[in-house]
């Protein structure tokens, strides 16, 4: 470097400092902040139609086709600046990508928030019932759960059990945060089916109907073979009939001398076998039933369907009798979701994020 410098010195050149126009530079950071707010101004003035147009259309087609619309203006901000006389003579690709990329993201966030409360509310209550279990034995209760959210608020909350004689139940709830429960004891042990209808209202009356069916039965859980009371060895399979209707998923399990073990699935039916520990030779073994339910909003709850009949079995003496481990079980309770209640709002989040990189890329690239 200290060589080219005495270099440059020999042959007569002399560094000079190009000559700073102020004005130049002040007329084109205030054309530059006319662009900025222009497009500012635009996006609020295409987010206010957008949600004119968003009312008139069906739920289906509105993201897509307002997402269009906001693309399909990006051109009028161009032909707006030449009719406001904003000179953007100079401006290449890169200006116009970033004023249109302004606009877009700022027309995107501002038409999120305008089509949500206090602004906008056309969504009735969004509601997610669920019956825990469907089909339950004379004994057992039903959990009756709800998650119920809604972006203005809910006013009122009825739901109402009919029962198979023509009785009407309007049992009380309880509240954890936006989930709703209300459990039936079905103390008159009725058998057969009842309906569960459940209306919820917001503050701006849209309403949301749901109704669901339950039932008790003696027989959602019932042996199959061999018959209660026979003898048994470790080759004999216990087999049961479950109601395929109990829930979408349930864990089978029976107790053994306060053992645990799961029944395996075997075509239409489950069974389990004295091989496993938990089983006596040479005794009589006493075995019941029990179903575990499981459902899950952002949280979740669980219930049992029992088999309201005891068995009893006399093992032969057969030392292969309580000698293995039960199996594993073959099923997996569903687990906690994640829920989201405002339209659009990953778009927000997305939106708002690309921002701030922009933001922060344009001071890395002044450093």
Known sequence: MARRRKLEKEKGYEFKIPEFDEKAFIRKERRNTKVVF???????????????????????????LILLFGIFMIPFLRYLMIKLNIDVSDFGKKEWAGTFFTYFLT????????????????APPRVELALLPCVQEPGGS?????????????????????EPGGGVIYPSYLKKGN?????????????????????VEDVNNHITKLERTFSYSKDAIKLIYPRNGT?????TPIRFYIDKNVSEKFLPICIVN????????????????????????????????????RHCFNQCFNNTVVD????????????????????????????????SLIPGFDFLLLAVAIVVAMMMRKMYDRD
């Open 38 to 64: 222009l497009s500012f101004c635009f996006a609020f003035f295409i987010a206010g139609v957008s949600l004119f147009l968003w009312s008139g259309m069906s739920s289906p087609y509105r993201w897509p």
């Open 179 to 199: 989930i709703y429960i209300w459990n039936y004891s079905n103390p008159l042990n009725l058998i057969g089916d009842f309906k569960v209808k459940l209306t």
């Open 142 to 162: 039903i959990i009756i759960a709800a998650y119920i959210a809604d972006n203005a608020g809910i006013k009122e909350i009825n739901l109402t059990i009919i």
């Open 308 to 339: 309201s009949s005891f068995y009893t079995f006399s093992t032969e003496n057969d030392p292969s009798i309580g000698s293995e481990e039960g199996p594993k079980a073959e099923v997996e309770l569903p687990k906690p979701k994640r829920f």
């Open 107 to 122: 027309w995107l966030m501002v038409f999120t928030i305008l089509v949500n409360p206090p602004f906008y509310d056309d």
């Open 258 to 293: 306060n053992e645990t073990i799961n029944l395996t699935r075997s075509g239409n039916f489950y069974e389990t076998s004295p091989i496993y520990k938990g089983w006596f030779p040479n005794s009589n073994v006493s075995i019941r039933v029990i179903l575990k339910v």
């Open 231 to 235: 003898k048994v060895n470790s080759a």
